[in-house]
């Protein structure tokens, strides 16, 4: 039996997509194997988002080399995506997939390991405008089944000024509405509890298949899943949030109260620079009516630091905007350069050692406007979706993302319970289940 190794840097769609492909080798009958033992076939799932990223996947390609001198090693994702020839010249490297090639990993690498080794790896990498279908993965079904992750959407046209993901993904491509009810209806039939709706772009849904289709659409017939417990949406820019969309959440049964809305910046200078296409008003109107329409809703953001131009002026607005937004979390990256993009070029580059300073300021700012949101729910009784256990507890997720720990056996993972909540350490809030599971 062969036996083939993964490794994924970058994203959750990244994830996702390595735990769909695992999910095809292993029905050909493959063995999987960790990533740091001798393996036939090495597959490097790679990130390019930042430099950080670009260069963790040539050292896990190089790994994989020393590891197994004679092994296919097989790259793709966003670094292979866009450097192709770049990986290419790293030793060891035996063929190169594109992203939109991942649902025929397992041909492709048989047919390499078929082949003589050329000198050469193979490069089956395609242009941004050859990028016209929304490929599917198959829905991996290698992991517990308590939630899933649905990828509708690929690719993305915004072309932020920092941004490499227009290149590395390909313009917008949506899947068709009746597959993603098919296989939501088919998720629930498996017992899946919650469903996460993902995309690069997932708020430009249905863009690219009618000039009616949208986002709200897909809310609005997965609501009328009855067994479907839980909906939620992974991200959506906050020029997204349609009159339609807001309205198919407001009426939803089971969309999840929490709303991943990217900010990036809360300085309007930097917002233009980033080629953003709206300012912190706009974004502040769009979170005042999502708590309008969601009562306790948690709203969580990505923010960039030490964007070329950002001033200590600049982050200070950012500061305060983040206080008067109140996230309930904050993803914190700090700016990285990607040759071809027009902010690689700005004047006025950001020194590091501003950047890690800022990043930190930020991270302890976000800890402390997670506790002020965690805090309000201590003493009340909330739903939990229990996902795994964790140092003799039970872990999982309130509707509204908050992480809950509390005493309980493996029995009660993929049920949903009522907890109490009792006390907050760290980023994790502790509980009781109440009623007749409690104590079990």
């Known amino acids: ?82 450097a192709s020839e770049e990986v290419a010249k790293i030793p060891g490297v035996s063929l190169i997939v594109g992203n939109d090639q991942k649902h025929n990993i397992v041909k492709l690498s048989e047919e390499a390991l078929g082949k003589n080794k050329a000198e050469k790896p193979e490069v089956l990498v395609s242009q941004r405008h050859e990028l016209t279908k929304f490929h599917s993965l198959p829905i991996a079904t290698n992991r517990q089944r308590h939630r899933a992750t649905l990828k509708i959407q690929e690719g993305c046209d915004n072309f932020c000024t920092y941004c490499i993901v227009p290149y590395a993904r390909g313009p917008i491509r949506s899947k068709p509405l009746k597959d993603v009810v098919e296989d939501c209806k088919q998720l ?62 407001k009426n939803s049964n089971n969309i999840c109260n929490h709303f991943h809305v990217p900010l990036q910046n809360g300085c309007d200078k930097i917002l233009d620079l980033m080629g953003r296409k709206y300012d912190s008003a706009y974004y502040e109107k769009v979170i005042e009516t999502l708590r309008s329409i969601k009562k306790d809703v948690a709203i969580t953001t990505d923010i960039m630091v030490g964007f070329p131009g950002e001033t200590d002026e600049d982050f200070n607005k950012t500061l305060e905007f983040v206080e008067k937004i109140r996230f309930s979390g904050i993803h914190v990256f700090k700016y990285s350069p990607r040759e071809g993009t027009p902010a690689s070029t700005f004047p006025n580059q950001v020194p590091n050692s501003i950047k890690e300073k800022r990043s930190d300021i930020l991270t302890k700012k976000a800890l402390e406007l997670k506790h002020k949101y965690y805090q309000q729910f201590l003493g009340e009784e909330v739903e939990v979706l229990f996902e795994k256990e964790v140092d003799g507890k039970i872990e999982g997720h309130t509707t509204n993302y908050m992480v809950v720990q509390a005493n309980g056996t493996k029995e009660l993972l993929g049920s949903i319970l009522p907890v109490e909540l009792l006390e907050i350490e760290g980023e994790t809030i502790f509980g009781r289940i109440k009623g007749e599971f409690n104590g079990r």
């Not at 029905?27 to 988002?49: A, H, L, M, P, W």
């Not at 390609?61 to 793709?76: K, Q, S």
């Open 1 to 82: 039996m062969n036996r083939v190794a993964f490794m994924t840097l970058g994203c959750k769609v990244n994830q996702d997509e390595t735990d769909s492909m695992i999910d095809l080798f292993k029905k050909r009958g493959y063995q999987i194997v960790d990533f740091n033992e001798k393996s036939d076939i090495y597959v490097i799932n790679t990130c390019t988002v930042t430099q950080v990223g670009s260069k963790k996947s040539r050292q896990m390609i190089r790994r994989a080399h020393r590891l197994n001198p004679d092994a296919l090693i097989v790259v793709t994702g966003c670094y292979s995506q866009t």
């Open 188 to 249: 629930v039939k498996e017992g899946y509890q919650e469903i996460v709706l993902t995309g690069i772009h997932l708020g430009a849904y249905g863009r690219d298949l009618s000039e009616t289709l949208s986002l709200a659409d897909v809310v609005n017939s997965l609501s009328e899943i009855t067994d479907l417990k839980r909906l939620r949406l992974s991200s959506i820019e906050p020029t997204d949030f349609s009159m339609e969309l807001l309205t198919a959440i």
